[in-house]
């Protein structure tokens, strides 16, 4: 009875990859930052139904306005910080704060270098236009941008989430309404000298199925941190499915989440172990704003999460990596 009751809730399938990874992973290096490795596996998936309940992890408890947050930042096709400082959201601050870090050392030795909370607090009490702002805020091409506003050679941008909107309502048989990410114009190793991408996209290409009137989605995530962002990549994807069956008219389906290389940082080994002692609880309910009916019109106090009852949160350190 006990074995069965595991399978009963999906948050079991986060928990044995977790055992998995433990079990089973290879210790790796961490490229540019030799003081972690990782304990890895390659190539597992996990699958919620949506109609059963939204994926917000129970057994740690899961920063959701951050989460929705950043959603919304990637769906405007924003790259500056600025607007998630300006929320509280600091999802993404290391990766601005390195760059401006690593470019102030090589310009001036004497110029004050500020700290990262310093760093976080003057983008925030300057004005979006402020060139300070708009020089160290700015993390180039990451997610939204390619969604959104993905460069061509002849100089057009093309919305990517605007044509497979248009597709799901026209014609939502076809298996090609997908988003990628992965734009090699901008990886490190292909980019010119300060084009490159914050890092390379993680979560390189989704796409959408349409079958009985409920849309699908399925992410390949090529790399993932485990314990700090699965979690969030679960709910944030989750969400994101909701949003766009409502747009398009249909109902949600599955999210079905893909990953390449998934691992575990050796700074959270004890923060995992800490984790999988823990019982998972039934998912809560997301209630979305039903009059919304564009992508672009969402905000955050168009969600209502209910019945969520996590365990306490159980912190860890993001390990910034990435870049020569």
């Known amino acids: 009875m006990k074995k069965n009751s595991k399978f009963k809730n999906p948050e079991y399938q986060y928990l044995n990859l977790l055992k998995d990874?433990?079990?089973?992973?290879?210790?790796?290096?961490?490229?540019?930052?030799?003081?972690?490795?990782?304990?890895?596996?390659?190539?597992?998936?996990?699958r919620f139904d949506l109609s059963k309940g939204f994926p917000l992890l129970t057994t740690k408890k899961?920063?959701?306005?951050?989460?929705?947050?950043?959603?919304?930042?990637?769906?405007?096709?924003d790259s500056n910080i600025k607007y998630l400082v300006d929320h509280d959201v600091?999802?993404?601050?290391?990766?601005?704060?390195?760059?401006?870090?690593?470019?102030?050392?090589?310009?001036?030795?004497s110029q004050k270098l500020l700290t990262q909370e310093e760093f976080i607090q003057k983008i925030k009490d300057l004005l979006k236009d402020h060139p300070f702002v708009k020089k160290w805020g700015d993390l180039g091409n990451?997610?939204?941008?390619?969604?959104?506003?993905?460069?061509?050679s002849d100089k057009r941008l093309i919305d990517q989430l605007a044509w497979v909107i248009k597709e799901?309502?026209?014609?939502?048989?076809?298996?090609?309404?997908?988003?990628s990410a992965w734009n090699p114009e901008f990886i490190y190793e292909m980019a010119?000298?300060?084009?490159?991408?914050?890092?390379?996209?993680?979560?390189t290409l989704f796409q959408f199925n349409v079958n009985?009137?409920?849309?699908?989605?399925?992410?390949?995530?090529?790399?993932?941190?485990?314990?700090?962002?699965?979690?969030?990549?679960?709910?944030?994807?989750?969400?994101?499915?909701m949003m766009m069956a409502q747009v398009v008219g249909l109902k949600p389906g599955e999210f079905v989440h893909t990953f390449g290389d998934i691992h575990i940082y050796s700074n959270h080994m004890v923060q995992v172990k800490e984790q999988l002692k823990r019982t998972p609880r039934p998912f809560p309910k997301m209630k979305i704003n039903p009059k919304v009916k564009n992508i672009d019109d969402f905000k955050l106090e168009d969600f209502e999460l209910v019945g969520y009852k996590p365990h306490p949160p159980i912190k860890g350190e993001v390990t910034v990596v990435g870049g020569f």
């Open 21 to 46: 990874i433990l079990k089973n992973g290879v210790n790796k290096p961490v490229f540019n930052n030799p003081g972690v490795y990782i304990r890895s596996v390659f190539g597992r998936q996990i």
């Open 90 to 109: 600091h999802i993404w601050d290391e990766w601005a704060y390195k760059a401006y870090k690593s470019q102030r050392v090589k310009e001036s030795k």
């Open 168 to 179: 799901l309502k026209t014609t939502p048989f076809r298996k090609s309404i997908l988003v």
């Open 192 to 203: 010119l000298p300060g084009k490159s991408m914050a890092l390379p996209p993680c979560h």
């Open 62 to 77: 899961v920063f959701l306005r951050g989460i929705i947050h950043e959603l919304l930042w990637f769906l405007k096709g």
């Open 142 to 152: 990451v997610y939204g941008v390619q969604w959104r506003k993905w460069k061509t």
């Open 212 to 241: 009985n009137g409920r849309l699908s989605l399925q992410l390949y995530q090529r790399s993932a941190d485990s314990f700090l962002g699965v979690p969030f990549n679960i709910a944030s994807y989750a969400l994101f499915t």
